[in-house]
C-alpha cells in the first residue's frame, strides 16, 4: 500500500460516509446536489459530492490503516506506521463520546519493524489483528485486544513524579501471537467464524489460523499468492488472492490447488469481494483504466470436465484513465467509491444485466441485482389470442382427454377440428378391421400415401389401378356426351378413400348419411359438389335447392343456390360452348370454394383436373378423394407427392391425412409446433393415434416433456395427472413400474397385494377365520400387523390390493373396494399417520401430531394440503 498515495475507505457503520488517507485521515459525507446549485466542491458523481467534516493530520508514516466495525467510539480508526506501532484515533468532531477511553491507545510489537496489514474482527470487533515484517524468532502477527488495560511497570514514586498520560494508553502484551521468524504479507478474519483467521507468510504459505489451538495452523496450501487476502463475505469456504498478474480463488475444502485462476494483463495492485452480491469479485492491476469484475457464483455447479462458468465485466469510473484503488460500499449494492492516482474520486454504480423471464401464465418478471419487478397481467390478457393462454384454457376442459375422439374438435379452433374427426374416423376403422397394417410395419396410424403405396398389403407393393371408361351420370336422361368420363378403381385407392371419410360404395345410404350430416351443418354447397363428383346430378340439383331453401335471405351477398342449380342443370347440353363460356364466367365471381370446383369439374376437358384438386379452399379430404376417383396413377402419385410437400412446409396439420403417424407426419407435427408453439396438439394427436414405436421419437418425447412442464408451472397438477393417465392407458409400453411403495417394518417387502402378484404367485391366509380371504390389516408377505392409526388405535389396511388380485383388470373405478377414508396417510418428517378420515379431521382444528409426545408441527408443513373445516374433508370423501 505504500505506492497508492491516496486510499478511501467506505465508513462500515454509516452509509454516507467515507474516509481517504494518504498523509493524512480526512473525513468526508456524501451529500445530494439539489436542483439548481452551483458548482461544487469534490463531485463525486452526476447527484452527489463529499463534504469534509474533519481531517487528522496527527500521525506519521502511515502503512496501513483500519476502521473500526463499531458503532462507539465513532469512527474510531486503527492506523499502522511504519516502526510497527499501530494507534488508535478518531476525528475532531461528529463522535459519540469514548466511554471506554480506546481513542489514543497504542499498540507496540517488541521490536520496531514495518506493520503491513490491519484489520478489525468483524465478529468481535474488540479484536485487532496487525502483520509485520520478519525480525528474528519475533512474531509476524500481533492479535490486540483493545480493552485491555496497560501495564505500567515500577511504582510510582517522589522521583518519578507522576505516570506519563501517554505511557498509561501503551499496550505492549498481545493476547495471540503467530508465525514466529516469518513475515505476514496479508491476511483476514473469516466474516463467518470469529476464531478463525488466513494469512500469507513467507511468500509461498497460505495458512489458516484457529485462534483456539495455535500450535498448528489448521489448514496450509503452498502457493506464491500470498497478497491481498480476502474471504467471501457469502461464503464460509472460498477466498481469494494474488500473486503477480495472477488473482486465485480458493475453496478451504480442497485447500491444495486453487480452483479458479484468472490472468491479468498487469501486475495485481488489489482484490476485494463484493459485501452485497454472491460471488463478485473485484479485481484492479496496476496502471489500469479499469476495475474487473469476476462472477464466479456458477462457477462450481458444472463437471470438472468442463469450463468453469465465469462472468466477467470492466468497469471505466474514469474513462482511459489510471484507477489506483477502489472501496466496495458495505451496504448498497452494486456501489464503490474509486480512486485516481491525482486523489480524484468517482461514486460508481455498477449496473446490473437485467435478466427478463416471461412466465407461463403471462407474467412478466425481470431482476437487477436484489430486486424483482413484477408485471401482473391485465384481465383480459386471459381472453387474449395467445398460444399459452389458448393451452391453458383447453387443458382445463380436457383436451385431448376424451375417450370418444372427436369430442375433442369441439375445444379446437377451426384449423384442428379436422385432425380429431379424422384421427376418430381411423380409430374407427382400425376397430372395424377394415385398415390393417402388415406385421413389418412400425406405425400405426397410416396416412392415404402409405396407403397408395400399398404398405397396408402383405406384400407391400402397389397394384396398378384399373380403369373404367364411359362412366354414366345418375340422374340424367341421356348419356350420349358422357362418353369422356374415367374412373380408377384399385384397392388402395379404395382404402384412401375410406380415409377421406369417402366409403360410398358400400351403397347409397352411405352417401346419403354423408351428405345428411353434411346438410345438418349447413354445408350445402359441399354436400352438393360430393354429389356432382359421384355423378349424381339430380341428387346434386336437389341439394342445391334445398340450401337455397334453407338459407333464405341469409345467403345473401353470397351465390344463390338456386341459380347455381339452373346453371349446373344444362350440363346435358355440355357442347353448347355458349353454356361453357356463361360457367366459366359464373365461377370466377363465386366465393365458395367448393362451388368454384363444381364448375372446374363440368368444365374441363381431357381428364385435365388440375383446377379442381388445387382448389386450395376445399377441404384436403375432399380433393384427396377425387384425385384417387379421376386421376391416373402418375398424376396422382404425382398430386400426392406435391400436395403431401406443400403441407409439410405449411405446418398445416390438415396433412396428418396424408402422412399418418409416420416420420413424415412427425415432421409435419414439428413444423406445426414451431409456426405456433402448441405442444399441447402435437403431443395428444400423438397419444390419441394409437401410440407405436414411432412415439419414441426424440421429438415426440420433447413434446411431451414440454406439454408436462408446462401444466406443472400453471399449477394444473390434475391436468397433468390425467394426461399421464390418458398417456399410459393409450401407450401400456411407456408406463413406469411403481418405484414408490409402503414396506412392512418387519420384513421390508410391499404391503401391496398387487406388487407382490408381480413376482411369484402365492396364496395367503389370514390368523383364522376363511383360509381363502386375506386379512388386509397385517402384511401379506410375513403376516405380520401393519401400524396402527395415531388416533383410532387400529391396525390399518386397505382391500384395494385384493380387489385388483381378483380382477385382473386396470380398470377397477367402479368396483373400488377401499374409500377414502380408510386410505393410508402418513407424516413425511415424523412418520405418524392413520387412516385418511381421522387424520383430515385431527388437522381440521390442530396444527401438531396426534401422536403423544411427538412435537411435530406436521399441519405447517404443507399448507397446500390443509383443511379448514370438516365440511372440506366430507367434500373430499364424496369426490372420491
Not at 480458493?250 to 484468472?262: A, E, I, N, Q
Not at 374415367?486 to 375410406?498: D, H, I, L, Q, V
Not at 388437522?843 to 396426534?850: A, L, N, Q, R, T
Amino acid at each position: 500500500m505504500s505506492s497508492i498515495k491516496t486510499d478511501v475507505l467506505w465508513s462500515p457503520n454509516h452509509v454516507d460516509k467515507y474516509m481517504t488517507f494518504g498523509t493524512d485521515l480526512s473525513l468526508f459525507q456524501v451529500e445530494k446536489i439539489s436542483y439548481g446549485q452551483g458548482k461544487v466542491d469534490n463531485r463525486l458523481s452526476d447527484d452527489t459530492y463529499g463534504t469534509l467534516l474533519s481531517s487528522n493530520t496527527s500521525h506519521q508514516y502511515m502503512k496501513c490503516v483500519a476502521w473500526c466495525p463499531r458503532a462507539v467510539p465513532d469512527h474510531l480508526v486503527a492506523v499502522g506506521q511504519a516502526n510497527g506501532r499501530v494507534v488508535l484515533t478518531s476525528f475532531g468532531k461528529g463522535g459519540t463520546g469514548d466511554p471506554e477511553g480506546l481513542t489514543g491507545k497504542q499498540f507496540v510489537p517488541k521490536h520496531p519493524r514495518q506493520c503491513n496489514a490491519l484489520c478489525w474482527n468483524p465478529l468481535e470487533p474488540t479484536l485487532l489483528a496487525e502483520s509485520l515484517e520478519k525480525h528474528r524468532v519475533d512474531y509476524s502477527i500481533l492479535i490486540w485486544d483493545v480493552n485491555s488495560r496497560p501495564m505500567v511497570s515500577g511504582p510510582v514514586t517522589p522521583e518519578r513524579g507522576h505516570v506519563d498520560s501517554t505511557e498509561r494508553n501503551i499496550i505492549t502484551k498481545p493476547v495471540v501471537e503467530l508465525g514466529p521468524g516469518e513475515t505476514t504479507l496479508s491476511f483476514n478474519w473469516s466474516p463467518h467464524e470469529p476464531k478463525t483467521l488466513v494469512a500469507g507468510m513467507n511468500n509461498k504459505f497460505l495458512r489458516i489460523y484457529d485462534l483456539r489451538d495455535t500450535t498448528h495452523p489448521r489448514n496450509v496450501a503452498l502457493n506464491k499468492a500470498v497478497h491481498g487476502i480476502t474471504v467471501d463475505p457469502h461464503c464460509e469456504y472460498r477466498l481469494a488472492s494474488f500473486v503477480d498478474n495472477q488473482v486465485l480463488i480458493w475453496d478451504v475444502r480442497s485447500f491444495d490447488k486453487p480452483v479458479l485462476t484468472f490472468q491479468e494483463t498487469r501486475g495485481v495492485l488489489k482484490i476485494a469481494w463484493c459485501p452485497t452480491r454472491f460471488g463478485l469479485l473485484a479485481s484492479l492491476a496496476k496502471e489500469s483504466s479499469v476495475v474487473k469484475l469476476y462472477d464466479v457464483q456458477h462457477s462450481g455447479l458444472g463437471s470438472d470436465e468442463l469450463e468453469p462458468a465465469i462472468i466477467e465485466r470492466l468497469v471505466h469510473p474514469y474513462g482511459h484513465n489510471a484507477v489506483s484503488s477502489f472501496a466496495w460500499h458495505p451496504t448498497d449494492e452494486n456501489r464503490m467509491l474509486t480512486v485516481s492516482p491525482t486523489g480524484f474520486l468517482r461514486d460508481v454504480r455498477i449496473f446490473e444485466r437485467i435478466a427478463l423471464t416471461w412466465s407461463p401464465s403471462m407474467y412478466l418478471l425481470w431482476s437487477c441485482g436484489k430486486k424483482i419487478v413484477e408485471c401482473v397481467p391485465d384481465e383480459r390478457v386471459e381472453e387474449a389470442d395467445d398460444i399459452s393462454m389458448v393451452m391453458k384454457m383447453r387443458a382445463k376442459m380436457g383436451y385431448g382427454l376424451k375417450e370418444s375422439v372427436w369430442k375433442n374438435a369441439k375445444f379446437a379452433d377451426e384449423t384442428l377440428k379436422n385432425v380429431w374427426y379424422w384421427l376418430d374416423l381411423m380409430k374407427n376403422l382400425q376397430v372395424e378391421g377394415r385398415i390393417k397394417g402388415s406385421a413389418k410395419s412400425i406405425q400405426k396410424v397410416y396416412g392415404a400415401k402409405a396407403v397408395l403405396r400399398g404398405e397396408l398389403n402383405p406384400t407391400g407393393s402397389c397394384n396398378k389401378s384399373e380403369m373404367i371408361p364411359n362412366v354414366p351420370w345418375v340422374g340424367i336422361e341421356t348419356n350420349k356426351y358422357s362418353n369422356h368420363l374415367k374412373m380408377y378403381r384399385s384397392e388402395e385407392r379404395t382404402k384412401a378413400m375410406e380415409l377421406c371419410g369417402w366409403d360410398f360404395d358400400r351403397g347409397d345410404s352411405s352417401l346419403r348419411i354423408f351428405l345428411e350430416n353434411l346438410e345438418s351443418r349447413d354445408e350445402y354447397e359441399r354436400a352438393a359438389t360430393i354429389s356432382l363428383f359421384s355423378l349424381k346430378m339430380r341428387l346434386a340439383i336437389d341439394v342445391l335447392k334445398k340450401g337455397g331453401v334453407a338459407t333464405g335471405s341469409a345467403n345473401a351477398g353470397k351465390s344463390n343456390l338456386n341459380m347455381v342449380a339452373m346453371a349446373i342443370s344444362g350440363y346435358a347440353d355440355d357442347r353448347n360452348p355458349l353454356w361453357k363460356e356463361m360457367c366459366g364466367a359464373l365461377r370466377s365471381e363465386l366465393h365458395n370454394p367448393y362451388l368454384r370446383g363444381m364448375f372446374a369439374f363440368l368444365t374441363s376437358e381431357s381428364d385435365n383436373f388440375e383446377d379442381v384438386v388445387n382448389e386450395s379452399g376445399m377441404a384436403l379430404q375432399d380433393r384427396v378423394a377425387f384425385a384417387c376417383m379421376y386421376l391416373n396413377d402418375s398424376r396422382l402419385n404425382d398430386f400426392i407427392e406435391k400436395i403431401t410437400a406443400r403441407m409439410i412446409e405449411s405446418g398445416n396439420l390438415d396433412g396428418i391425412l396424408l402422412t399418418g403417424l409416420s416420420t413424415e407426419g412427425l415432421d409435419l407435427l414439428q413444423r406445426y409446433v414451431d409456426k405456433t408453439g402448441d405442444v399441447q396438439t402435437a403431443s395428444l394427436v400423438v397419444i390419441q393415434g394409437f401410440p407405436a414405436d414411432i412415439s419414441k421419437d426424440t421429438r415426440v418425447v420433447s413434446w411431451i416433456d414440454s406439454y408436462r412442464d408446462l401444466l406443472d408451472r400453471w399449477r394444473l397438477w390434475h391436468e397433468r395427472a390425467e394426461f399421464d393417465v390418458h398417456r399410459f392407458r393409450c401407450d401400456t409400453s411407456s408406463r413406469p413400474p411403481q418405484q414408490v411403495f409402503v414396506s412392512c417394518n418387519f420384513c421390508g417387502k410391499s404391503i401391496s397385494y398387487s406388487m407382490l402378484t408381480m413376482g411369484r404367485t402365492r396364496h395367503y391366509t389370514s390368523f383364522g377365520g376363511s383360509p381363502n380371504k386375506s386379512k388386509v390389516t397385517s402384511c401379506p408377505g410375513c403376516r405380520k400387523p401393519l401400524p396402527r392409526c395415531s388416533l383410532c388405535l387400529i391396525n390399518m389396511g386397505t382391500a384395494s390390493g385384493v380387489a385388483r388380485q381378483k380382477q385382473k383388470s386396470s380398470d377397477c373405478d367402479g368396483d373400488r373396494m377401499t374409500a377414502f377414508p380408510k386410505w393410508f396417510t402418513w407424516c413425511q418428517t415424523c412418520r405418524h399417520g392413520g387412516h385418511a378420515i381421522h387424520i383430515s379431521k385431527w388437522f381440521s382444528e390442530h396444527k401438531e401430531c396426534p401422536v403423544t409426545g411427538c412435537t411435530c408441527k406436521c399441519m405447517t408443513l404443507d399448507t397446500a394440503s390443509r383443511l379448514n373445516t370438516e365440511a372440506d374433508t366430507t367434500a373430499i370423501v364424496k369426490a372420491s
